[in-house]
Protein backbone atom coordinates (compact mmCIF):
# COMPACT_ATOMS: atom_id res chain seq x y z
CA UNK A 1 0.00 0.00 0.00
CA UNK A 2 1.73 3.57 -0.98
CA UNK A 3 2.37 5.73 2.04
CA UNK A 4 -0.59 8.55 2.56
CA UNK A 5 1.14 11.97 1.50
CA UNK A 6 -0.43 14.64 3.20
CA UNK A 7 -0.69 17.66 0.88
CA UNK A 8 2.69 19.38 -0.36
CA UNK A 9 5.05 17.32 0.96
CA UNK A 10 5.94 15.66 -2.88
CA UNK A 11 6.74 19.60 -3.33
CA UNK A 12 8.65 19.73 -0.36
CA UNK A 13 10.83 17.08 -0.80
CA UNK A 14 11.92 18.18 -4.93
CA UNK A 15 12.80 21.48 -3.10
CA UNK A 16 15.19 19.78 -0.51
CA UNK A 17 16.54 17.51 -2.79
CA UNK A 18 17.28 20.19 -5.47
CA UNK A 19 19.19 22.59 -2.53
CA UNK A 20 21.28 19.40 -1.75
CA UNK A 21 22.16 18.73 -5.59
CA UNK A 22 22.86 22.72 -5.54
CA UNK A 23 25.17 22.18 -2.82
CA UNK A 24 27.12 19.26 -3.96
CA UNK A 25 27.48 20.69 -7.70
CA UNK A 26 28.89 24.27 -6.48
CA UNK A 27 28.60 26.88 -9.29
CA UNK A 28 24.90 25.90 -9.78
CA UNK A 29 25.40 23.34 -11.83
CA UNK A 30 24.68 19.90 -10.64
CA UNK A 31 26.21 16.05 -9.92
CA UNK A 32 24.04 14.94 -12.90
CA UNK A 33 25.66 18.11 -15.43
CA UNK A 34 28.78 16.52 -14.08
CA UNK A 35 28.62 12.89 -15.21
CA UNK A 36 27.09 14.11 -18.46
CA UNK A 37 29.59 16.87 -19.48
CA UNK A 38 32.91 14.94 -20.05
CA UNK A 39 34.50 17.87 -20.85
CA UNK A 40 34.81 19.38 -17.52
CA UNK A 41 37.01 16.38 -16.77
CA UNK A 42 40.85 16.49 -18.26
CA UNK A 43 41.70 13.66 -19.77
CA UNK A 44 44.86 11.43 -18.50
CA UNK A 45 47.88 12.22 -21.25
CA UNK A 46 50.94 10.56 -21.27
CA UNK A 47 54.07 12.35 -21.56
CA UNK A 48 55.49 14.50 -23.63
CA UNK A 49 51.73 15.38 -24.52
CA UNK A 50 50.35 17.83 -22.11
CA UNK A 51 46.96 18.06 -20.54
CA UNK A 52 45.15 21.28 -22.34
CA UNK A 53 41.85 22.43 -23.21
CA UNK A 54 40.24 19.02 -22.80
CA UNK A 55 42.23 17.19 -24.82
CA UNK A 56 46.25 15.83 -25.12
CA UNK A 57 48.46 18.21 -27.01
CA UNK A 58 52.00 18.26 -28.33
CA UNK A 59 53.45 21.34 -26.50
CA UNK A 60 57.21 21.52 -27.47
CA UNK A 61 58.47 25.07 -24.91
CA UNK A 62 62.16 26.72 -25.96
CA UNK A 63 64.74 26.26 -24.47
CA UNK A 64 65.53 26.97 -21.03
CA UNK A 65 61.80 26.82 -20.06
CA UNK A 66 58.46 24.25 -19.19
CA UNK A 67 55.75 23.54 -21.07
CA UNK A 68 52.32 25.10 -19.46
CA UNK A 69 48.55 25.10 -21.10
CA UNK A 70 47.26 28.56 -20.68
CA UNK A 71 43.60 29.65 -21.58
CA UNK A 72 43.08 26.35 -23.77
CA UNK A 73 46.63 26.57 -25.38
CA UNK A 74 50.22 25.68 -25.49
CA UNK A 75 52.54 27.71 -23.64
CA UNK A 76 55.88 28.13 -21.80
CA UNK A 77 56.99 29.25 -18.33
CA UNK A 78 61.08 30.05 -18.64
CA UNK A 79 62.99 28.31 -15.68
CA UNK A 80 64.52 29.94 -12.63
CA UNK A 81 67.33 32.57 -13.51
CA UNK A 82 65.58 33.28 -17.57
CA UNK A 83 62.56 35.63 -18.79
CA UNK A 84 60.60 35.39 -21.77
CA UNK A 85 61.60 39.02 -22.50
CA UNK A 86 62.82 37.63 -25.84
CA UNK A 87 58.79 36.99 -26.50
CA UNK A 88 58.97 33.93 -27.86
CA UNK A 89 62.39 32.38 -26.26
CA UNK A 90 63.56 32.27 -22.55
CA UNK A 91 67.25 34.34 -22.27
CA UNK A 92 69.16 34.31 -18.92
CA UNK A 93 68.39 37.41 -16.88
CA UNK A 94 71.29 39.92 -16.54
CA UNK A 95 71.39 43.60 -15.52
CA UNK A 96 70.27 44.51 -18.28
CA UNK A 97 67.19 42.38 -18.88
CA UNK A 98 66.46 41.69 -15.06
CA UNK A 99 63.11 39.77 -14.01
CA UNK A 100 59.59 39.56 -15.37
CA UNK A 101 59.37 42.80 -15.85
CA UNK A 102 62.85 42.92 -18.08
CA UNK A 103 64.31 45.76 -15.90
CA UNK A 104 67.44 47.47 -16.99
CA UNK A 105 69.63 47.44 -13.52
CA UNK A 106 71.84 50.19 -12.30
CA UNK A 107 74.50 50.73 -9.57
CA UNK A 108 76.19 52.95 -7.51
CA UNK A 109 79.78 54.41 -7.91
CA UNK A 110 82.36 51.23 -8.07
CA UNK A 111 79.81 48.72 -8.55
CA UNK A 112 78.31 46.92 -11.02
CA UNK A 113 75.02 46.34 -12.10
CA UNK A 114 73.31 42.68 -11.06
CA UNK A 115 70.37 41.06 -11.13
CA UNK A 116 69.54 38.89 -7.85
CA UNK A 117 68.58 35.40 -7.40
CA UNK A 118 65.23 37.07 -6.27
CA UNK A 119 64.69 38.37 -9.50
CA UNK A 120 65.20 41.86 -8.37
CA UNK A 121 68.00 45.09 -9.91
CA UNK A 122 71.31 44.74 -7.42
CA UNK A 123 74.79 45.20 -7.59
CA UNK A 124 78.29 43.82 -6.97
CA UNK A 125 80.74 45.72 -5.60
CA UNK A 126 84.20 45.83 -8.30
CA UNK A 127 87.44 44.36 -6.62
CA UNK A 128 88.87 45.69 -3.79
CA UNK A 129 85.19 47.07 -2.09
CA UNK A 130 83.19 45.88 0.26
CA UNK A 131 79.27 46.30 0.38
CA UNK A 132 78.18 48.48 2.77
CA UNK A 133 74.59 49.47 2.43
CA UNK A 134 73.64 51.21 -0.80
CA UNK A 135 77.21 51.39 -1.50
CA UNK A 136 80.75 50.03 -1.60
CA UNK A 137 83.44 51.27 0.87
CA UNK A 138 87.10 50.60 0.93
CA UNK A 139 88.49 48.50 3.93
CA UNK A 140 90.75 50.54 6.80
CA UNK A 141 91.31 46.90 8.72
CA UNK A 142 91.33 43.39 8.76
CA UNK A 143 91.32 40.87 11.59
CA UNK A 144 91.42 36.98 11.08
CA UNK A 145 90.46 34.51 13.82
CA UNK A 146 90.18 30.90 13.60
CA UNK A 147 88.40 30.00 10.96
CA UNK A 148 86.24 33.48 10.46
CA UNK A 149 87.55 36.87 9.32
CA UNK A 150 86.22 40.48 9.56
CA UNK A 151 87.04 43.88 8.33
CA UNK A 152 86.50 47.50 9.22
CA UNK A 153 84.85 49.27 6.44
CA UNK A 154 86.24 53.34 5.88
CA UNK A 155 82.38 53.93 7.42
CA UNK A 156 82.39 52.73 9.87
CA UNK A 157 80.22 49.00 9.40
CA UNK A 158 81.69 45.98 10.04
CA UNK A 159 81.93 43.06 7.76
CA UNK A 160 81.99 39.42 8.69
CA UNK A 161 82.69 36.18 6.97
CA UNK A 162 83.82 32.61 7.67
CA UNK A 163 82.36 30.08 10.69
CA UNK A 164 80.15 31.09 12.70
CA UNK A 165 79.28 28.08 15.21
CA UNK A 166 79.28 30.45 18.35
CA UNK A 167 77.85 33.54 16.50
CA UNK A 168 80.88 35.05 15.66
CA UNK A 169 79.80 36.64 12.75
CA UNK A 170 77.56 39.16 14.68
CA UNK A 171 74.48 38.79 12.45
CA UNK A 172 72.15 37.35 14.74
CA UNK A 173 72.76 33.75 13.36
CA UNK A 174 74.55 30.61 13.30
CA UNK A 175 74.87 30.04 9.36
CA UNK A 176 78.27 30.03 7.87
CA UNK A 177 78.95 32.93 5.41
CA UNK A 178 81.17 32.24 2.18
CA UNK A 179 80.78 36.18 1.82
CA UNK A 180 80.54 39.25 4.20
CA UNK A 181 78.14 39.86 6.26
CA UNK A 182 77.00 42.83 8.56
CA UNK A 183 77.49 42.89 12.29
CA UNK A 184 74.26 43.77 13.92
CA UNK A 185 73.67 46.36 16.23
CA UNK A 186 76.60 47.99 16.39
CA UNK A 187 75.58 51.48 17.97
CA UNK A 188 77.41 53.61 15.56
CA UNK A 189 80.55 53.67 13.70
CA UNK A 190 83.12 51.20 14.48
CA UNK A 191 86.48 52.66 15.08
CA UNK A 192 88.59 49.33 15.36
CA UNK A 193 87.84 45.53 15.28
CA UNK A 194 90.13 42.41 16.74
CA UNK A 195 88.60 38.70 15.66
CA UNK A 196 89.46 36.05 18.15
CA UNK A 197 89.26 31.69 18.56
CA UNK A 198 85.06 32.66 17.85
CA UNK A 199 84.45 35.84 19.36
CA UNK A 200 85.00 39.38 17.95
CA UNK A 201 85.15 42.98 19.28
CA UNK A 202 85.00 46.69 18.11
CA UNK A 203 85.53 50.01 19.34
CA UNK A 204 82.63 52.20 18.95
CA UNK A 205 83.42 56.15 20.26
CA UNK A 206 85.92 55.09 22.68
CA UNK A 207 83.70 51.93 23.98
CA UNK A 208 84.37 48.02 23.71
CA UNK A 209 81.72 45.94 22.42
CA UNK A 210 82.32 41.67 21.78
CA UNK A 211 80.13 39.02 20.52
CA UNK A 212 80.39 35.71 20.05
CA UNK A 213 81.34 33.22 22.24
CA UNK A 214 81.62 33.80 25.80
CA UNK A 215 82.25 30.28 27.13
CA UNK A 216 85.28 31.85 29.68
CA UNK A 217 83.95 35.28 29.36
CA UNK A 218 85.80 36.79 26.71
CA UNK A 219 82.65 38.69 25.65
CA UNK A 220 83.20 40.74 28.99
CA UNK A 221 79.29 41.48 29.72
CA UNK A 222 79.67 39.40 32.98
CA UNK A 223 78.01 36.49 31.62
CA UNK A 224 78.45 33.26 29.87
CA UNK A 225 75.85 33.57 27.97
CA UNK A 226 76.80 32.91 23.51
CA UNK A 227 76.34 36.38 22.25
CA UNK A 228 75.02 36.29 18.28
CA UNK A 229 75.18 40.48 18.33
CA UNK A 230 77.22 42.96 19.84
CA UNK A 231 76.66 43.45 23.68
CA UNK A 232 78.91 46.19 25.19
CA UNK A 233 81.57 44.98 27.57
CA UNK A 234 81.26 46.06 31.28
CA UNK A 235 83.21 47.96 33.43
CA UNK A 236 85.60 50.18 31.17
CA UNK A 237 85.35 53.90 31.44
CA UNK A 238 83.11 56.03 28.75
CA UNK A 239 85.10 56.69 25.98
CA UNK A 240 88.57 55.13 26.87
CA UNK A 241 89.25 52.62 24.53
CA UNK A 242 91.89 52.72 21.95
CA UNK A 243 92.92 49.64 20.74
CA UNK A 244 91.67 45.91 20.92
CA UNK A 245 93.09 42.21 21.21
CA UNK A 246 91.19 39.05 20.95
CA UNK A 247 92.86 35.83 21.44
CA UNK A 248 92.22 32.36 22.14
CA UNK A 249 91.66 28.74 21.47
CA UNK A 250 93.42 28.04 18.09
CA UNK A 251 94.75 25.26 18.55
CA UNK A 252 91.45 23.51 18.69
CA UNK A 253 90.13 24.39 22.36
CA UNK A 254 88.09 26.51 24.03
CA UNK A 255 89.85 28.98 25.74
CA UNK A 256 89.57 32.84 24.80
CA UNK A 257 90.74 36.25 26.01
CA UNK A 258 90.25 39.81 25.25
CA UNK A 259 92.59 42.93 26.19
CA UNK A 260 91.60 46.40 25.78
CA UNK A 261 93.88 49.58 25.83
CA UNK A 262 93.18 52.53 27.47
CA UNK A 263 93.78 55.96 26.57
CA UNK A 264 96.74 56.88 28.70
CA UNK A 265 98.45 53.33 28.16
CA UNK A 266 96.44 51.04 30.67
CA UNK A 267 95.97 47.62 29.95
CA UNK A 268 92.58 45.77 30.87
CA UNK A 269 92.15 41.96 29.80
CA UNK A 270 89.14 39.44 30.70
CA UNK A 271 88.33 36.14 29.94
CA UNK A 272 90.21 32.99 30.24
CA UNK A 273 92.94 32.90 32.61
CA UNK A 274 94.31 29.36 33.62
CA UNK A 275 97.73 29.75 32.34
CA UNK A 276 98.14 33.48 33.75
CA UNK A 277 97.02 35.58 30.39
CA UNK A 278 95.12 38.47 31.78
CA UNK A 279 98.36 38.95 33.55
CA UNK A 280 97.08 40.12 36.92
CA UNK A 281 98.74 37.67 38.79
CA UNK A 282 96.53 34.60 39.31
CA UNK A 283 94.52 31.88 36.93
CA UNK A 284 91.18 32.83 38.18
CA UNK A 285 89.00 33.25 34.68
CA UNK A 286 87.36 37.26 34.65
CA UNK A 287 83.99 37.95 33.01
CA UNK A 288 84.85 41.54 32.91
CA UNK A 289 87.62 43.82 32.60
CA UNK A 290 90.40 43.43 35.25
CA UNK A 291 93.81 45.81 35.07
CA UNK A 292 97.20 44.01 33.75
CA UNK A 293 99.40 44.27 37.22
CA UNK A 294 102.91 45.30 37.78
CA UNK A 295 104.03 46.64 34.26
CA UNK A 296 107.27 48.31 34.41
CA UNK A 297 107.04 51.83 36.04
CA UNK A 298 106.04 54.43 33.19
CA UNK A 299 105.37 52.12 30.73
CA UNK A 300 102.32 52.83 28.67
CA UNK A 301 100.89 49.75 26.56
CA UNK A 302 100.30 51.13 23.06
CA UNK A 303 99.18 48.19 21.06
CA UNK A 304 98.59 44.54 22.68
CA UNK A 305 98.51 40.72 20.82
CA UNK A 306 97.14 37.58 21.99
CA UNK A 307 98.08 33.95 21.54
CA UNK A 308 96.11 30.75 22.25
CA UNK A 309 96.86 31.09 26.13
CA UNK A 310 99.46 33.90 25.87
CA UNK A 311 99.72 37.95 25.58
CA UNK A 312 102.28 40.34 24.55
CA UNK A 313 102.11 44.48 24.92
CA UNK A 314 103.77 46.92 23.17
CA UNK A 315 104.74 49.61 25.31
CA UNK A 316 106.89 52.97 25.64
CA UNK A 317 109.91 53.10 24.54
CA UNK A 318 109.34 50.22 22.09
CA UNK A 319 109.75 47.45 24.71
CA UNK A 320 107.90 43.95 24.25
CA UNK A 321 105.88 42.14 27.37
CA UNK A 322 104.83 39.15 27.48
CA UNK A 323 102.53 37.00 29.68
CA UNK A 324 100.36 33.76 30.39
CA UNK A 325 101.91 29.66 28.98
CA UNK A 326 105.47 29.18 28.36
CA UNK A 327 104.91 25.77 27.24
CA UNK A 328 106.86 26.48 23.57
CA UNK A 329 109.03 29.96 24.71
CA UNK A 330 106.19 32.17 23.37
CA UNK A 331 107.18 34.87 26.23
CA UNK A 332 110.51 35.05 24.81
CA UNK A 333 112.14 35.52 27.85
CA UNK A 334 114.99 33.26 27.55
CA UNK A 335 113.28 31.09 31.05
CA UNK A 336 111.37 28.44 31.27
CA UNK A 337 108.69 29.32 33.95
CA UNK A 338 105.00 30.63 33.06
CA UNK A 339 104.24 34.80 34.17
CA UNK A 340 101.00 35.80 35.60
CA UNK A 341 102.08 39.44 34.56
CA UNK A 342 104.12 40.97 32.51
CA UNK A 343 107.86 39.89 31.71
CA UNK A 344 110.44 41.88 29.36
CA UNK A 345 110.77 40.01 26.28
CA UNK A 346 114.88 39.97 25.44
CA UNK A 347 114.98 42.16 22.60
CA UNK A 348 115.83 45.32 21.55
CA UNK A 349 114.67 48.89 22.74
CA UNK A 350 112.53 50.54 19.64
CA UNK A 351 110.21 47.93 18.49
CA UNK A 352 107.40 49.01 16.51
CA UNK A 353 105.05 46.18 16.21
CA UNK A 354 104.20 42.98 18.20
CA UNK A 355 101.87 40.08 17.04
CA UNK A 356 101.28 36.51 18.53
CA UNK A 357 100.06 33.52 17.04
CA UNK A 358 99.36 29.97 18.99
CA UNK A 359 102.48 29.66 20.68
CA UNK A 360 105.02 31.58 19.44
CA UNK A 361 105.33 35.43 18.93
CA UNK A 362 106.84 38.03 17.18
CA UNK A 363 107.86 41.93 16.72
CA UNK A 364 109.47 44.25 14.64
CA UNK A 365 112.98 46.14 15.72
CA UNK A 366 114.08 49.24 13.71
CA UNK A 367 113.07 47.24 10.80
CA UNK A 368 114.01 44.16 11.89
CA UNK A 369 112.15 40.90 12.44
CA UNK A 370 112.93 39.33 15.49
CA UNK A 371 110.56 36.18 16.78
CA UNK A 372 110.32 33.64 19.46
CA UNK A 373 108.37 30.60 20.46
CA UNK A 374 107.03 27.42 18.68
CA UNK A 375 108.61 26.38 16.01
CA UNK A 376 107.07 23.01 14.73
CA UNK A 377 106.94 24.43 10.88
CA UNK A 378 109.38 26.84 11.11
CA UNK A 379 107.11 29.69 11.57
CA UNK A 380 109.57 31.56 14.12
CA UNK A 381 112.94 31.32 12.19
CA UNK A 382 111.78 31.07 8.69
CA UNK A 383 113.67 27.76 7.55
CA UNK A 384 114.16 24.51 9.60
CA UNK A 385 111.93 23.32 12.20
CA UNK A 386 114.30 22.23 14.89
CA UNK A 387 114.92 23.30 17.35
CA UNK A 388 110.80 22.71 18.19
CA UNK A 389 111.26 25.54 20.70
CA UNK A 390 112.80 29.09 21.03
CA UNK A 391 113.02 30.67 24.45
CA UNK A 392 114.72 33.95 23.05
CA UNK A 393 114.37 35.95 20.06
CA UNK A 394 116.10 35.27 16.84
CA UNK A 395 115.88 36.74 13.35
CA UNK A 396 113.65 34.34 10.90
CA UNK A 397 115.80 34.08 7.94
CA UNK A 398 114.26 35.78 5.22
CA UNK A 399 117.00 36.55 2.88
CA UNK A 400 118.63 39.54 2.60
CA UNK A 401 117.65 43.44 2.47
CA UNK A 402 114.55 42.12 4.20
CA UNK A 403 113.18 45.55 6.54
CA UNK A 404 109.91 44.45 8.15
CA UNK A 405 107.59 46.89 9.01
CA UNK A 406 103.66 45.34 9.96
CA UNK A 407 103.09 41.78 10.42
CA UNK A 408 100.68 38.82 11.39
CA UNK A 409 101.09 35.43 12.79
CA UNK A 410 98.58 32.64 12.50
CA UNK A 411 98.12 29.20 13.99
CA UNK A 412 101.74 27.71 12.82
CA UNK A 413 102.89 30.57 10.18
CA UNK A 414 103.95 34.00 10.53
CA UNK A 415 103.62 37.18 7.77
CA UNK A 416 105.17 40.33 7.74
CA UNK A 417 105.65 42.89 5.39
CA UNK A 418 109.09 44.21 3.13
CA UNK A 419 109.35 47.74 2.92
CA UNK A 420 112.88 46.77 1.10
CA UNK A 421 109.95 45.73 -2.13
CA UNK A 422 108.26 48.60 -3.54
CA UNK A 423 105.39 48.73 -3.16
CA UNK A 424 105.58 46.68 -0.15
CA UNK A 425 104.87 43.28 -0.38
CA UNK A 426 103.91 40.48 2.25
CA UNK A 427 106.32 37.55 2.74
CA UNK A 428 104.98 34.72 4.89
CA UNK A 429 106.62 31.25 6.44
CA UNK A 430 105.49 28.32 8.46
CA UNK A 431 102.96 26.06 8.13
CA UNK A 432 101.21 25.89 4.67
CA UNK A 433 99.11 22.99 4.57
CA UNK A 434 96.46 25.00 3.55
CA UNK A 435 98.32 27.14 1.19
CA UNK A 436 97.79 30.07 3.72
CA UNK A 437 101.53 30.88 2.75
CA UNK A 438 100.40 32.03 -0.63
CA UNK A 439 102.04 30.43 -3.89
CA UNK A 440 99.98 28.21 -5.99
CA UNK A 441 100.39 24.96 -5.16
CA UNK A 442 103.44 24.92 -2.80
CA UNK A 443 103.08 22.73 0.12
CA UNK A 444 106.46 23.55 1.54
CA UNK A 445 106.02 23.68 5.23
CA UNK A 446 109.48 26.48 5.79
CA UNK A 447 110.52 29.24 4.26
CA UNK A 448 107.97 29.90 1.23
CA UNK A 449 108.86 33.87 0.96
CA UNK A 450 105.58 35.18 -1.50
CA UNK A 451 104.36 38.69 -2.45
CA UNK A 452 100.60 38.14 -2.04
CA UNK A 453 99.18 41.48 -3.03
CA UNK A 454 102.24 43.81 -3.99
CA UNK A 455 100.45 46.70 -2.40
CA UNK A 456 99.82 45.24 0.81
CA UNK A 457 99.48 47.83 3.91
CA UNK A 458 98.93 45.34 6.70
CA UNK A 459 98.22 41.43 6.86
CA UNK A 460 96.33 39.07 9.47
CA UNK A 461 97.09 35.33 9.98
CA UNK A 462 94.31 33.10 11.02
CA UNK A 463 94.11 29.36 12.05
CA UNK A 464 95.20 28.24 8.33
CA UNK A 465 94.51 31.32 6.45
CA UNK A 466 95.75 34.63 5.64
CA UNK A 467 94.24 37.90 5.19
CA UNK A 468 96.22 41.15 3.91
CA UNK A 469 94.64 45.12 3.57
CA UNK A 470 95.92 46.66 0.43
CA UNK A 471 97.51 50.26 0.44
CA UNK A 472 94.44 51.11 -1.60
CA UNK A 473 91.72 49.43 1.13
CA UNK A 474 91.15 46.32 -0.63
CA UNK A 475 91.23 42.77 0.84
CA UNK A 476 92.54 39.75 -0.30
CA UNK A 477 92.51 36.14 1.42
CA UNK A 478 94.44 32.87 0.76
CA UNK A 479 94.96 29.18 2.64
CA UNK A 480 91.77 26.90 4.48
CA UNK A 481 88.25 27.99 3.20
CA UNK A 482 86.31 25.25 4.56
CA UNK A 483 84.13 27.35 6.38
CA UNK A 484 84.30 30.04 4.03
CA UNK A 485 87.22 32.51 5.86
CA UNK A 486 88.48 33.93 2.55
CA UNK A 487 84.72 35.45 1.81
CA UNK A 488 85.58 35.23 -1.59
CA UNK A 489 82.80 32.93 -2.18
CA UNK A 490 84.82 30.31 -3.88
CA UNK A 491 83.43 26.69 -2.55
CA UNK A 492 86.82 25.01 -2.18
CA UNK A 493 88.33 24.28 0.55
CA UNK A 494 91.59 25.90 0.43
CA UNK A 495 92.99 28.37 -2.01
CA UNK A 496 96.78 28.90 -2.07
CA UNK A 497 96.70 32.22 -4.93
CA UNK A 498 95.28 35.38 -2.88
CA UNK A 499 91.89 36.98 -4.06
CA UNK A 500 89.77 39.14 -3.54
CA UNK A 501 86.66 39.33 -0.80
CA UNK A 502 83.39 39.53 -2.40
CA UNK A 503 81.72 43.10 -2.55
CA UNK A 504 78.19 41.05 -2.45
Not at 72 to 97: H, L, M, V
Request: glycine share 16%.
Amino acid sequence: MAPHLRPGRPALLRASLAAVLLAAGGCGDTLLDHAADPGLIGPVCAPPLLACGGQCLSCAPPANASAVCTAGTCDFACDGGYNRCGGSTCIAESAASCGPTCAVCTAPPNADPACSAAHACDFVCQPGFLRSGAGCQRATAVSAGYVHTCALLADGAVKCWGANFAGQLGDGTHADARTPVDVAGLPGPASAIAAGYAHTCAIVAGAAWCWGDNTFGEVGDGTTAERPTPVAVTGLAPAQVVALGAGGGIAGTSFGHTCAVLQGGELRCWGADDAGQLGDQDNLTKLTPVPVSILPAGAAVSAVALGERHTCALSSGGAVHCWGAFDAGQLGTGSASAQTSPATAAIASGASAVAAGQAHSCAVVAGVLECWGLNSSGQVNGGSPVPGTVTSPLVPSLGGGFVASALGAGRAHTCALDTADVPAAAKCFGANASGQLGGAGNKVDVNLETPPPATAAAVAGGSDHTCALTADGGVQCWGANDRGQLGTGDPRAAVTAPAWVSGR
